[in-house]
């Protein structure tokens, strides 16, 4: 039988991914460094005064995962574009929702996963107390996929296009506010001694939502671009 | 059988061809002739599903393959001007990762033994990057011999081959006319199967 | 008697039908435009709190109203022609656009007028300008998707899908926007009494109902000369006497 159960499937795209990005591991590294380096420049740009550090820390923090996310979404469709392996994706007897699915995960674990797990290390450099890293951390968690599968949208649409990268940022960045303003909302909450449970839910609600629908919402637009 | 009628194609504002009309039975094949920029890929990347024809449509055994679309994939093999293989990976892993997603298992014994087919014997495990441009080729071509796809596609399929890769890919195809598969294909090359007769399609 | 919808669904049609329509939209916007002007300007009171500054509103306020209508009729047209294939709605789409963003930016500039004498500061994040200032980004995204695809179908599916799944989040992201801003601030400035005074929302109706007929008529002169564009080809265009050779 050719039709591959769904977590088969899965499992196939994302070691596919994974291993291709195993042997490109400059790219990855890449994103992380960006990322690093931007949450760097803040303090350099407005001064070390650690009490005002503090209250940005979250902002600059999700601003600066965003922007890293960005940058590696221009390579989740078009490298296999560009050598023809995503046009025989597409002619495979399997689900083009689940293979987006699949493509989504592993971009997310190469370029997402990385971000959070820097992210408390680069919180320090800020004075962030214990409590405010750890929701930060778990709001990225939670966060930063729902980045990688809107951007998917945004990576097929533009799809092989002049200027895409920079196209694909004015796309993408305005569908991600709501997460960025409930993850960052979260942190805030509990600075200031409130719960963070109604922000955190409402991105895994975003989550929920995004999982549902954007799979198949990135897989019409493949079809799309690659007529 | 693929059965193609009245489908018209047009890019952009350009319309590449009309009332075009074809039928391609088990055992048989096909060759689209035409000079360049006529719609030769065009037509190939429409029987796939990838370019929605402006009008006409495409059967596979009397339904629509717009309606089949996963089960006629299972029955087609695409190979187009890309070589659709990774860079970064071997031979190997490259092919046993198509097959993987086509939903044919494939180990390592086979894929093995296919490309060796094709002569690649020793490069199995090399990362493709290394390898010519007709190597390359031949990795992308020994998908040919997994799988059981009954329709094959062939975008140029000879393309940066020497003369010995082209009488082997002349014997595959033979081989495979002879399972009553079905082949069409374009080239700018001559082509010779055995005694069997190539049907002509010309795009003008 | 029915109607033959699809008869004006074909651009050749609908070519010469948009023709005679548009003056039909455009002398009565005109004319409410002078009129809604006119009563804002000169027959409105002075508000008691916000003295003659307020009047801003009058445009402020249709400009808004406009910019988020027109963003779903625009993903109406685009998914209508996703789903129909219907030429001449993804034209519509496309043709709507740039007015869609002119109104949030008028939205926007006002607003920031407006804002200044009220509270000091040309730019305030407020929820209701923030929205509009991510409307205006979503405008561009459709307009930039759409102009750098060269096939025009793919680039009115490929905008379509974009628009579709931008109105889908509008909700989510205005939603986010007011929880964002009522964490961060207390409310806005309130207009002084609980209901507007009859000449004020006399001028602000006319106003709308002017604004919405210019949109039509500009919408309607666009989408012509897109249909021209794009049917450059064709029998019909080359026999129209305005494009005679």
Redo the contacts between chains.
Sequence with gaps: ????SVVH?LV??VR?DL??AM??RADVLTILVFFILVVSLFPLGVGPEMGMLRKMAPGVLWVAALLASMLSLGRLFSADY????L?????????LSV?VLGKMIAHWLVSGLPLVLMAPVLGLQFDMPAQGLLVLMIGLLIGTPILSMLGA?GAA??LG???GGV?LS??V???C??VL??GT?AV?AVASGLSAVSNLS?IAA?LMLCLVFTPW?AA??LR???? | MLEVSNLACSRGDHLLFSGLSLTLQSGQIMQVQGENGKGKTSLLRTLCGFILPDEGRITWYGDDVRDLSEEYFASLLYLGHHNAIKDELSALENLQISAGLAGITLDERQAVSALRRLGLKGRERLPTKVLSQGQRRRVALARLLVGNAKLWVLDEPLTALDVGAVALIQELIGEHLGKHGMVIFTTHQPLVIGDIEISRLSLL | MAINWFKYSAPSTFYGLAGRLVPWFAVPAAVLFVIGLYIGFFVAPKDAVQGEAYRIIFIHVPASILSMFLYLVMAGYAALGLIFNTRLSSMMATALAPTGALFAFISLWTGALWGKPMWGAWWVWDARLTSELILLFLYFGFIALHASIDDPRRADRAAALLAIVGSVNVPIIYFSVKWWNTLHQGSTIKFSGTSMHVAMQQSMFTLLLACWLYAVAVTLVRVRSIILERERNTLWVSELKEVGL
């Design positions: 039988m050719n039709q591959l499937l196939l795209v596919r291993l291709l042997r490109r560009l050598d023809g392996t046009e025989q994706m597409m002619l495979t007897p399997q689900s293979l949208i649409l533009t296009l002049r200027g196209l004015l796309l960045l305005p569908l506010i709501p303003i409930f909302g805030e409402l975003l919402v019409q637009a799309i671009s690659m007529e």
